[in-house]
């Protein structure tokens, strides 16, 4: 008997502490907002037949303890009732299949006017490249990758002398104008996710995966790798502030293209070898 | 409420079937049974001490053997659970944890819990034990190779731990064993360790397809007279159907460990694309890491049900007996099983929404797992119409039920949660997942082993576990494990990955650090009241209430045999007949509010019984 | 002894969901180790299409070109390569084979234990052939420098697919061929027809052991069918 009462409380214990929880989602900033909606249906749906089915089993508990000479419903099978139950389940779960598969939909379907925004990955950080004034990224190759060329831009496709390296890890974006991420990672699986914007796609070395979303809130937002990458993996963060147009734009002038990096390189190059010069006629 | 439950009653032989034919040559007979259609068994007899307790061929046998090695790695796995909760909750505490530490404790957990201990009690011990008696065969059809079975288990398991003492440790790269990284220095355990889990799974495989032969076929070839499928219990169809799911989806985690294995010691390129590391271009190039994920997972969804489905075989047997009412729908149960089953080789990508395949993949493992919702809530209904209007004694076995029943529900909402593709997005690899596979996985087959131990214990060892510490060890269980699980759900809202060694000063994860502690402390209690269960078993084993036959008053046969414990051949010198299914409990006009399987019609003339 | 059941056999989908699901047994008449080799038999088709599936998963993804199976499997043949040669050769030879196999089974049931036994001794001489004609292969393909790890005619992945799989059926033929040799000693021995009782299983011997011996070699021969026409001719 009492062990009803204590499974009772358990459930009105989960009920309390989910309407009570300290720790909930964080604020969205992005557009994903239809995520957030499709989980609460999720609740109403799913907890209602959590809460349900536990109540009635609490029920039983109490009912039909144990009594000798109780007179006990020997029915093998009751096919209506099973059709219907059958029926209900699944109009539930199509009433929560329909409008998620309607926001994958979305999810999978980058919007014209987004910018592309690679999003390289190695063990353990994360660098940026974006398109440059001619909006398109230059194709790149793993195999490029070295001091000269931290991207591996291909030398020979003119798209990339403009395109900007961020070689920090702090990445900003324009508040309301949609990006696409492509990931990339040049050694093992990563996952560049912002918990505040919701979206998240493992980056894939060999492959360029990708996936889009819409800042709509300034702030600064820490990035978490969300796929286990070895043993840097939980230090593996960076940071995404979303400006407004004007600071964004005082951002962008501080960054560097490509061409800007290799001509810098050139720089040091010219001042090496004339101090070596210079030192070996001294000598 | 007088409790009788203890009192010896004298069981019901089996009666060899009559045939009574007139003249005309027409038979009439209420307890025709079909006649033998094979020779009885020819079993090999132990003789010598090593051939009856050590490679003994008996399938009892072989399934204790099977039960105290998963869960001595069960054991193990438990300790490596504490020092993971340990560096969670209170790091500073424990500074010997180490990252590299703690990724191979969290890869050795996952591969030991899933694999090590929950298959191989269910199928191995379960199985073994459970199968010829409840189908009335006197062992499984080729006990030589049943025994070989698991000795190949038992030498997996030896690899398995062997791992721990090599140079760099055990592998650290979770249990799921992704390329490129598992084989990469950058993540622990790159070297021999990893080498010795994959050979250690390819082991365990071969060994699991042995002893997967024998329960399958004993099922479909080797059953009594009179034990039609429908006649069988359902711990015996959700056995067989997780076995079938085993025979089938092992072969991909087998490809899949040769694959690897052969990136790792011969430097191809099956899942190895080209890795820069260190500055320099490694020798691999042209591989695949998600072909490996494919693989794994069309293995590891299956996985999961291969450890479901003999819970739910069992838990709807234990259901039964302990509300003295027929379990609900049993057709509907049996055809419940049979499509989870088949549904589950459909699902798989669900687990790799977030991997980079191709996105409109999305659409169709969406809507397949939440297909395999509707069957799986169906036998949810059941069981809960199984207890009303029945007469529910709230023993031991009763309480684990009940708490099984909490949890998977729970557990099984959450994954309603995560198998709609878009919602999966913000939880993926957060701690929503951890806590989802925890509560279904974890907690609820484990209520129902807890509750299949308290139940049997009594026919394995003829002596009954103690009621009190019972139900200590269950609410200690229960309500702690669940303080452990739900909350965690929450850490995966706010958006706290999985696998993360540390939080360092994120805002708004170190709003979470209370929980973290008190998860980690529910952990601890949890653990350290499993000692409850453990004092209870061996001091049951010496001075446990002799339990006599049958005394759950269980209809099934394995509750049947003239000796208590079953002897080698479990039946003596006649095979049981079986005349009913195993779920005639409180039967309108029978005497007792049992009637087992091998009560002939005619010793129960008034009895209405409405199905056979 | 009049079989009550089978005539109150409903008709059509109930009485076959009936039959199968009458008690004892589902598979009536089948004896209990021929459905275990049918059911590993239908376990490791799943491991070689999982290898066939992710052969092709490979091939169609990789970047670098695949090589051209018929001129590297090419043999020369007085100074005039014939493409695929050894491995029609191979092929005829195991079909061979499984035909011997199946005269061995037949044989078996008659009793005949001479014909039954050199048959079942071709059948391994067939399976021995096979393995050496592969073993040949290997050597020819490795002393051209095609390694697992890499090849010089293209990708990579050719090697490791070609050695895994053919290295798999190949284990998979050696361990059939000395089983074979096991079974041929026995049936001259007159083992099976005395029902002598097996040295490691104590079970007694009988020739149905014969067939399921065939069943698995049949499965060995249509797995290279597969190969042959996957990886070989593709």
Redesign the interface.
């Known amino acids: 008997?009492h062990?009803g009462f204590?499974?009772l409380a358990?459930?009105v214990g989960?009920i309390l502490?989910h309407v009570f929880?300290?720790?909930?989602?964080?604020d969205i900033a992005s557009n994903?907002g239809?995520?957030d909606d499709?989980?609460v249906l999720?609740f109403w749906i799913?907890?209602g037949?959590?809460i349900a089915?536990?109540l009635?089993?609490i029920y039983?508990?109490f009912k039909?303890?144990?009594?000798?000479g109780?007179?006990?419903?020997?029915?093998?099978?009751?096919n209506k009732?099973?059709i219907i139950?059958?029926v209900v389940?699944?109009l539930g779960?199509a009433a929560?299949?329909a409008p998620?598969?309607i926001?994958?939909?979305q999810?999978?379907n980058t919007p014209p006017n987004a910018i592309n925004i690679e999003v390289m990955a190695?063990?353990w950080g994360w660098q940026y490249r974006l398109p440059g004034e001619d909006g398109k990224l230059g194709t790149s190759n793993?195999?490029n990758?070295n001091d000269q060329n931290p991207f591996g831009i291909n030398l020979d496709d003119q798209n990339g002398r403009d395109d900007i390296l961020i070689q920090s890890d702090e990445l900003h974006l324009k508040t309301n104008r949609p990006v696409k991420i492509l990931?990339r990672s040049?050694?093992?699986?990563h996952?560049f996710?912002v918990?505040q914007f919701?979206?998240?796609?493992?980056?894939?070395?060999?492959?360029i995966?990708y996936?889009w979303f819409e800042p709509n809130k300034e702030g600064d937002y820490?990035v978490?790798?969300?796929?286990?990458?070895?043993?840097?993996?939980?230090?593996m963060?960076a940071k995404v502030v979303v400006d407004n147009e004007e600071n964004y734009e005082k951002w962008l002038e501080q960054q560097e293209t490509f061409s800007d990096f290799i001509a810098t390189l050139n720089g040091k190059e010219i001042k090496k070898i004339k101090l070596a010069k210079i030192n070996n006629l001294n000598e | 409420?007088?409790d009788d439950f203890y009192k010896n009653k004298t069981s019901i032989e089996a009666q060899p079937s009559r045939t009574i034919s007139d003249s005309s040559g027409s038979?009439s007979d209420i307890d025709?049974?079909?006649?033998?259609?094979?020779s009885d068994q020819?079993l090999?007899h132990g003789h010598s001490f090593i051939t009856k307790w050590i490679f003994c061929q008996d399938a009892k046998v072989i399934g204790i053997q099977y039960t105290l090695t998963a869960v001595f790695t069960g054991i193990i796995g438990l300790i490596l659970s504490w020092l993971m909760r340990l560096q969670l909750g209170f790091p500073e505490l424990v500074p010997f944890i180490t990252?590299?530490h703690y990724?191979q404790f969290v890869t050795m957990h996952g591969m030991i819990m899933v694999v090590y201990f929950l298959t191989a009690l269910f199928l191995g011990g379960f199985g073994n034990y459970l199968i010829p008696l409840m189908t009335g065969a006197r062992d499984m059809?080729?006990p030589?190779?049943n025994m070989v079975s698991y000795w190949m288990f038992f030498v997996a398991v030896l690899v398995l731990m062997a791992s721990f003492f090599v140079p760099g440790g055990p592998t650290?790269?979770?249990w799921t064993l992704?390329p490129?990284?598992a084989i990469?220095e950058?993540?622990?355990g790159s070297g021999a360790g990893i080498i010795l889990m994959l050979v250690s799974l390819a082991l365990f495989v071969v060994g699991f397809?042995m002893g997967g032969?024998?329960y399958?076929?004993t099922i479909?070839?080797?059953?009594?007279?009179?034990?039609?499928?429908?006649?069988m219990p359902l711990t015996v169809w959700g056995i067989f159907t997780a076995t079938v799911l085993a025979?089938?989806a092992?072969?991909?985690l087998?490809?899949?460990v040769?694959?690897m294995s052969?990136d790792r010691i011969?430097?191809?390129?099956?899942f190895m694309?080209?890795?820069?590391?260190a500055g320099e271009?490694l020798?691999y190039?042209?591989?695949?890491?998600?072909?490996f994920q494919h693989?794994f997972w069309?293995f590891g969804h299956p996985e999961v049900y291969i450890v479901a489905l003999p819970a739910f075989g069992i838990v709807s047997d234990l259901i039964s007996v302990h509300?003295?009412?027929?379990i609900?729908?049993?057709?509907?149960m049996v055809w419940a099983i049979v499509a989870i089953g088949a549904l589950s080789f459909f699902v798989w990508a669900h687990h790799m929404y977030?991997?980079?395949m191709n996105?409109?993949f999305?659409?169709f493992f969406?809507?397949t797992t939440?297909?395999i919702?509707?069957p799986t809530?169906?036998k949810?209904?059941?069981w809960?119409?199984t207890?009303?209007?029945?007469?529910?004694?709230?023993t031991t076995v009763m309480?684990f039920c009940?708490g099984f029943?909490?949890t998977f529900?729970?557990g099984g909402?959450?994954g309603?949660?995560l198998g709609?593709?878009?919602?999966d997005?913000?939880l993926?690899?957060?701690y929503f997942v951890v806590a989802h596979f925890h509560m279904v996985m974890g907690i609820a087959p484990l209520m129902v082993i807890f509750g299949a131990i308290y139940h049997w214990f009594p026919l394995v060892t003829g002596r009954l576990l103690d009621e009190k510490l019972g139900k200590w060890h269950f609410?200690f269980s229960f309500?702690g494990a669940?303080s452990i699980y739900?909350?965690m759900h929450?850490?995966g809202?706010?958006?706290v990955?999985?696998?993360?060694?540390?939080?360092?000063d994120?805002?708004?994860i170190t709003?979470?650090v209370g929980?973290n502690q008190s998860i980690t402390i529910a952990a601890l209690i949890v653990g350290l009241s499993q000692f409850i269960f453990i004092f209870n078993i061996v001091k049951s084993l010496r001075m446990g209430k002799p339990a006599g036959k049958n005394p759950w008053k269980a209809n099934s046969l394995e509750w049947q045999t003239p000796n208590v414990p079953p002897a080698h051949g479990n039946w003596g010198d006649k095979l049981p007949v079986?005349y009913r299914w195993p779920?005639d409990?409180?039967?309108?006009g029978a005497k007792e509010?049992y009637i087992p399987q091998t009560t002939p019609p005619s010793e129960v003339l008034e009895a209405k019984v409405?199905?056979t | 002894?009049?079989?009550?059941?089978l005539d109150k056999l409903p008709g059509g989908f109930k009485g076959m969901a009936t039959d199968?699901?009458?008690?004892?047994?589902?598979?009536?008449?089948?004896n209990?180790?021929k459905?275990?080799m049918w059911?590993?038999l239908?376990?490791?088709t799943?491991?070689f299409?999982?290898?066939l599936i992710?052969y092709m998963?490979?091939r169609a993804?990789?970047?670098?070109e695949w090589p051209y199976p018929s001129e590297v499997f090419a043999l020369n043949f007085m100074g005039v390569p014939v493409p695929l040669l050894l491995i029609a050769i191979m092929t005829f030879v195991l079909i061979t084979s499984s035909g011997t196999m199946a005269l061995a089974v037949k044989y078996g049931y008659e009793r005949n234990r001479k014909m039954c036994g050199w048959l079942i001794l071709a059948t391994a001489l067939g399976g021995l052939t096979f393995v050496g004609m592969q073993a040949f292969e290997w050597s020819k393909l490795i002393h051209e420098g095609v390694r697992?790890?890499t090849n010089p005619f293209g990708?990579?992945?050719f090697g490791?697919f070609f050695f895994?799989i053919t290295g798999?059926h190949g284990t998979h033929v050696s361990i059939g061929v000395i089983f074979l040799f096991i079974f041929a000693r026995k049936t001259f021995r007159g083992d099976f027809d005395a029902g002598k009782r097996g040295f490691?299983?104590?079970?007694?011997s009988d020739y149905v052991a014969i067939e399921i011996m065939g069943l698995y070699w049949h499965f060995v021969d249509l797995v290279w069918v597969f190969i042959f026409a996957f990886f070989y001719l593709w």
């Open positions: 008997m062990a204590i499974f358990v459930i989960s502490f929880t300290p720790w909930w989602w964080t994903w239809a995520m499709t989980i999720t799913g907890g037949v959590f089915v536990c009635f089993m039983c508990v039909f303890s144990y009594k000798e109780r007179k006990v419903e020997y029915k093998p099978e009751d009732l099973e139950l059958t389940t699944t779960v929560l299949l998620g598969l926001v994958w939909n999810y999978i190695r063990q793993i195999v990758i990931l040049t050694d093992v699986l996952n996710y918990p919701r979206a998240k796609m493992d980056a894939v070395p060999g492959l995966t996936y820490e978490l790798c969300a796929e286990y990458c070895g043993i840097g993996h939980y230090g963060r | 409420m007088s038979v025709y049974v079909k006649p033998a259609e094979v020819d090999y990252a590299e990724y059809v080729f030589y190779v650290g790269s979770g992704y490129p990284q990469l950058g993540t622990p397809t032969l024998n399958v076929i479909l070839q080797a059953r009594t007279r009179g034990m039609t499928l429908m006649r025979l089938l092992f072969p991909a087998f490809v899949s040769i694959m052969l011969l430097g191809t390129s099956f694309p080209t890795i820069l590391k271009i020798e190039g042209g591989g695949s890491p998600v072909l693989l069309f509300s003295r009412k027929n609900f729908g049993y057709r509907m977030v991997s980079g996105p409109w999305g659409f969406a809507t939440l297909i919702a509707v809530a169906l949810v209904y059941n809960v119409l207890l009303w209007r029945g007469n529910i004694r709230m309480l009940l029943i909490v529900v729970n909402i959450t309603i949660f709609n593709v878009i919602v997005i913000p993926s690899d957060t609410w309500l669940y739900f909350p929450y850490l809202f706010i958006g990955p999985r696998r993360y060694f540390e939080m360092y994120s805002p708004y709003s979470a929980l079986v779920y409990f409180n039967v309108p509010d409405e199905k | 002894m009049s079989d009550h059941t199968m699901g009458s008690d004892q047994t589902v598979f009536k008449g089948v209990w180790g459905a275990m059911i590993f239908l376990s490791d799943f491991i299409s999982c290898f992710s998963k490979v993804s990789v970047v670098d697992p790890w990708a990579p992945q490791s895994m798999f490691f299983t104590s079970m007694k």
